[in-house]
């Protein structure tokens, strides 16, 4: 996407408490949709199963470990599709690099990126942008984005931005087979209650745009089965800390009971209380279950998640890249993957 510079960004911004997200967005021209790179070449033979994953990147910043492990992890290389959260463009924490053309050319996938954020607390970021990105081994033929219901004003927030949540949807054509897919990131800093919301209206573009297809839907739903401030998070911290004990998530996030009734199979693609995110906090992690994988018109034939963090790649051989690496982790998220008939 085409940088801005930092001046008109922070201009731009400016209008932000008068006219709101929505307004400014549209005069935007990288809001209006999402960009479609077909870069890979048509793979062999239909296959009989599809595997999909889900991987919050965390802005991207690790790209270079980040791509072995998805060439070397035994559940995640080879995967159809991936869901990717949090992929950089032109920030100065990544690099200032497109880290989705970046891991889409290092691993032969074709996407399409949607930009979710610009960011404007650095001035030395080249774009700031901010998006979610829909990886596929197979071509995608069309590709149209939802910005849904704004749960949160991220102009007031410490991590000033331009932008609003934003789902990327997908037909993608496997051999012959059509199938929609849909890439989201939901808000956290909003009540669980309005992540129902906002999962409504995905599923009804869903149903709008692919019909009868087999349609898989990923992400990082932040589904942390709490209304997000720092106060509950302790408090369920402290309970983790003393009992072990995860949530049942559909408990507390009624955006499962409203998939669900759209027809959309969530328990046979994800399993129970999976930590598919480590939210740090004094004295720890609080593990939570954000990410999953939903799928309507597909049977699932198995399903799993895979840590990463580096003390868990053990089955990385001796001349990886990932041996080198000297950090904890690769995310702040674990991924999450499942095998799929269509």
Known sequence: MDTIPYALRVRLSDDIPAEGQFRVMKRIPQFDGPEVYNLAPMPGETPATIRAAVFNMEHGYRIREIAPFLQECPELKGADILFGNEMDDGTERSGNIDTARGLAELLGYNYAYALEFIELVNPNDNKGYEGNVLF????????????????????????????????VFCEIDVGGKHVGAVCIHLENRTSPEYRAVQTKAILEKAAEMFGDLPILIGGDFNSNAFEDSREAAKEYYELQRKTGYMRDVEDYEPLLGAVERSGFDYRSLNGNHIPTRRKP??????????????????????????????????????????????????????????????
């Open 136 to 167: 596929s081994k197979w071509p995608i033929v069309r590709a149209e984005s939802l910005y849904v219901p704004e749960g949160y004003n991220w102009y007031f927030d410490r991590q000033k931005r331009i932008g609003a949540r934003v789902a």
């Open 281 to 342: 906090m004094q004295g720890g992690d609080l593990e939570l279950h954000l990410d999953w994988i939903f799928g309507k018109n597909v049977r699932c034939v198995k399903h799993g998640w895979v840590s990463t963090l580096l003390k868990d790649c053990g089955w990385a051989g001796e001349a990886s890249p990932l041996r080198k690496v000297q950090e904890k982790q690769l995310s702040d998220h674990n991924a999450v993957w499942a095998e799929i008939e269509l």
